[in-house]
C-alpha cells in the first residue's frame, strides 16, 4: 500500500473522556465556534492539527462545495464551489478513498490539491473523514497540519472513532444548506433539460397544450388517450 497515502483497516478506540468531549462540542448551537472549539480540543490531545475544513462532493455538477474551515484563533462561513476537472472526478469514488483517508503529503492527493488550491494554503497533510448519518453521505470533515508526515496512523484511527458523534454534528450544522443546495441543482438541471423543449412547443400552439394538459396529470395514475 502506499506509503503516503492509506486507508485504514478500521477505526481505533477514541478514550471516553475525549469522545465525551467532542459530542459536547458539537452540540453547540454555532457550528462555526464549535469547529474552533474542536481543533483546539484535539491540540490538546496532541494531535497536530492546524485547522479543520467541512466539505461535500456534488456528483451532478462534478463540483465539491466548501462549507466551514477554522483553526485555534477563527473560523469562517464558506461558500466556495470548486468545479472538479473530468480525469479527476473517477478518484472521488468510495473505491479511491476509504472512509478515513490519511495523506502524508497533499501531493499524493490530486484532488484535494485541486480542490483546496485557492481555498486554503499551506496543507501539508491531514486526515480526511467521511461522514454518514443513517446510510446518507452528509458530507466530508479534514483534519490537516502545516508539516508534511505529521499524522500517525494511529492518529487517523482515533479520529475515525469519533465518525458518528462529527456526522450528527455535520449533518445538524449543515443538513439545511446541503438540501437548499441540491434541491436548487434539481430545479436548473430540469431547467435545462425543458428549454429545447420549451423553444419546440413554442412555435406549436396545438402541441405547447397538449404539453399543458400532460403536465397537470404527469403525478396522477389516470389513462389517458391522446
Known amino acids: ?115 483546496t488550491r485557492n481555498v486554503i494554503a499551506g496543507i501539508g497533510s491531514y486526515v480526511m473523514q467521511r461522514l454518514e448519518l443513517d446510510g446518507q453521505h452528509v458530507g466530508v470533515i479534514c483534519f490537516y497540519s502545516l508539516r508534511e508526515k505529521a499524522w500517525l496512523e494511529s492518529q487517523a484511527a482515533l479520529i475515525a472513532s469519533l465518525a458518528q458523534p462529527l456526522s450528527t454534528w455535520v449533518a445538524r450544522a449543515w443538513a439545511a444548506h446541503i438540501g437548499r443546495e441540491n434541491e436548487a441543482l434539481r430545479r436548473q438541471l430540469r431547467q435545462e433539460k425543458s428549454e429545447p423543449l420549451e423553444r419546440f412547443l413554442a412555435a406549436s400552439p396545438g402541441l405547447y397544450q397538449v404539453a399543458q394538459k400532460m403536465r397537470r396529470i404527469a403525478d396522477t395514475d389516470v389513462t389517458v388517450l391522446i
Open 1 to 115: 500500500m502506499d506509503t503516503h497515502q492509506k486507508g485504514l483497516e478500521g477505526p481505533g478506540q477514541a478514550p471516553r473522556e475525549l469522545y465525551e468531549s467532542v459530542s459536547e462540542v458539537c452540540s453547540l448551537a454555532s457550528p462555526l465556534q464549535a469547529l474552533r472549539r474542536l481543533v483546539r480540543l484535539l491540540q490538546q490531545q496532541g494531535l497536530p492539527v492546524s485547522g479543520i475544513f467541512v466539505n461535500t462532493f456534488f456528483s451532478e455538477t462534478r463540483s465539491i462545495r466548501f462549507f466551514a474551515r477554522a483553526d485555534a484563533t477563527e473560523s469562517l462561513r464558506l461558500d466556495i464551489e470548486v468545479k472538479i476537472p473530468e480525469g479527476l472526478v473517477g478518484e472521488l469514488s468510495y473505491e479511491h478513498r476509504p472512509e478515513t483517508l490519511l495523506v502524508r503529503s497533499l501531493s499524493e492527493d490530486p484532488v484535494t490539491a485541486w480542490a
